[in-house]
């Protein structure tokens, strides 16, 4: 090249960052997003299954107080606090072991085994003796004291049920362990096995008539802790080719500790979400537990109030699950992968904002306006399946518990970018302040409004929740708003087609009318659903609604 002459060649092009790309998210969110499809479909089947099974009686609150149970320490220590704190923690183990091995100071992701084998000897330890104690207790309860029938079953079939505490517990960090090996389908397969093994006992009760009875009831107990050990085995053989068990677990000594200083503040959060379903649970089985008075006064619920709860908020949660979860549980890995790089992180986390909006908004306007139809059609019409009474109580838990979708699955994704940048206490500190209203918001509304007291205070609770969360949020991003622009204009199209849809929704329920017959609420049902949603991805195109196309796998 002659020195005097320019050279013509243009400059290189930007190396683009790898947030910038919302391929990786969308590709995760459909993978767990089609697997917790199936999920919660088979969940919803199993709902239907014991509904039809038990009805709004009280060995149906009885059976679903023993479910809740360990449930709720799932979400404590197996999918909530500790899962919170150990999928970063492996995250950087696993990293720190793979840039060793590449510069030859190692063989392979020693550390992460190291962790993970550590993480899982004393989760089983701890959830083991917890479980222990507190079936001490429960024999010595029934041992030493009276009890009516109702409450009698009622303890026993949470002994029954509350070994599939520990076994789900394990499930669900090894389902973590998945989701960080990039294994997200299979890691949410696990309530399709839960799923499997209850609907199975149930269909069999009831195709040989047996059904609404104490023996049916603990031996749908007994499937659903079958299917704990199950889930344990098959995520164990799944993780054979990427985690070596081992019993040295100095080498994971800093990330252990760092880990247990996270899950603390995290538990304490998590202990008071689940506070406030155990006060649910208890509000709503205090006829059966304690007695129909309360102070002197008719108590406003009864025998049935915890059964018609219980399966209407799995009405909720499907689209909640499927989509709202499924964001969170994408993003979270992404999220802690970029926890070093602010505007990756702030471009991850708003990304799956507007991905959990383009579902939350929608849904929960749809299951406001097809309250009555869905519960008729799942719980209702003949059978031993919910009293009309019940099927129009459980109509306003729905009503009550819909309009917060959005904000349900919104929190989900703002708690763990919290967790990704390693702050515990923020969540936590916000979660507890929220306790109190929640509380009072139940022992307050119950009497006007009976359960759906309870759904509505929940509503509230966590709309609260979410906007403490997202401004609270700035300390993670440099003090920039976490719903900036894109974010705020891609909830204002995402609600105007939501608007659209109500309105063809309410033209085809309105052209339908209301008949009192299971095939012709199906058909409204059906018509409605049908009209919305194409109404709305009609919509939503026409106003370039950026985040249909990254759900749908399109490029721009």
């Known amino acids: 090249m002659n020195p005097g002459v320019s050279d013509p060649s243009p400059p290189p092009a930007p190396v683009p960052r790898e947030a910038d ?41 009885a059976f679903a107080a023993a479910f809740q149970t360990p449930n709720m320490f799932r979400r404590l220590f197996g999918e909530g606090a500790l ?60 041992l030493l004291m009276d009890h009516s029938p109702e409450r009698a079953l009622s303890l026993k079939l949470i002994m029954v049920m509350l070994p599939f505490m520990p076994l789900i517990c394990g499930a669900a960090i090894l389902a973590g362990m998945l989701q960080v090996h990039g294994r997200f389908a299979w890691s949410s397969s696990g309530p399709l096995v839960l799923n499997a093994f209850v609907v199975g ?14 023996v049916t009831a603990y031996a749908l107990a007994a499937a659903t802790t079958l299917s704990g050990l199950t889930q344990v085995v098959f995520f164990l053989r799944l993780l054979r080719p990427h985690l070596r068990w081992t019993s040295a677990f100095e080498s994971a000594r800093a990330e252990a500790v760092i880990m247990l200083r996270r899950f603390v503040p ?61 964001v969170a549980t994408a993003v979270f890995p992404l999220l802690a992968r970029h926890a070093r790089h602010a505007e990756d992180f702030l471009l991850t986390l708003r990304r799956g904002l507007r991905l959990s909006l383009l579902i939350g908004i929608p849904a929960s306007i749809g299951l406001v306006l097809v309250r009555h139809d869905i519960t008729g059609v799942l719980y209702g019409h003949g059978g031993n399946s ?68 309870l759904a509505l205070a929940t509503t509230i609770t966590a709309t609260l929740q979410c906007l403490v969360l997202a401004h609270l949020a700035r300390r993670l991003t440099g003090e920039r708003a976490v719903a900036d622009s894109g974010v705020i204009g891609a909830g204002g199209r995402i609600a105007l087609a939501a608007a659209v849809m109500c309105a063809a929704v309410l033209v085809v329920q309105w052209a339908l009318g209301e008949r009192d017959s299971w095939w012709w609420q199906l058909l409204r049902l059906a018509c409605a659903t049908g009209a919305g949603g194409a109404v709305f991805l009609v919509a939503a195109a026409a106003l370039r609604v950026r985040e249909l196309g990254w759900l749908l796998g399109a490029r721009r």
């Open 21 to 61: 790309d919302h391929r990786p998210l969308a590709r995760a969110v459909r993978a767990v997003s089609l697997v917790t499809l199936l999920s919660r479909v088979a969940g919803l089947i199993r709902n239907v299954v014991v509904a039809r099974i038990f009805g709004d009686t009280a060995v149906g609150s």
């Open 83 to 142: 899962s919170a704190a150990f999928i970063p923690a492996y995250s950087a183990a696993r990293r720190e072991d793979e840039a060793g091995a590449a510069d030859g100071a190692g063989a392979g992701p020693r550390r992460a085994d190291a962790l993970a084998s550590w993480t899982m000897l004393a989760l089983g330890v701890a959830t083991a003796a917890l479980t222990a104690v507190i079936e001490v207790v429960l024999l010595a309860l029934l």
């Open 201 to 214: 006992a149930g269909v069999y009760f009831i195709a040989t008539g047996t059904v609404g009875g104490e």
């Open 266 to 326: 995290v538990a304490i959060g998590m202990g008071t979400i689940q506070l406030n379903a155990f006060f649910d649970m208890l509000i709503a089985m205090w006829p059966t537990w304690i007695g129909p008075t309360v102070l002197g006064s008719a108590y406003p619920l009864d025998k049935a109030s915890n059964a018609i709860l219980f399966n209407t908020q799995q009405i909720y949660q499907f689209p909640l699950g499927v989509f709202g979860i499924a």
């Open 386 to 453: 919910f009293s009309t009474d019940g099927v129009a109580r459980a109509a306003m838990v729905l009503g009550a518990f819909a309009p917060g979708v959005w904000a349900y699955s919104l929190n989900h994704v703002l708690t763990r970018a919290f967790y990704a940048q390693g702050d515990t206490r923020t969540p936590m500190l916000v979660s507890v302040s929220m306790v109190a209203l929640n509380l009072a918001l139940n022992v307050t509304l119950i009497w006007p409004l009976r359960e759906a007291g």
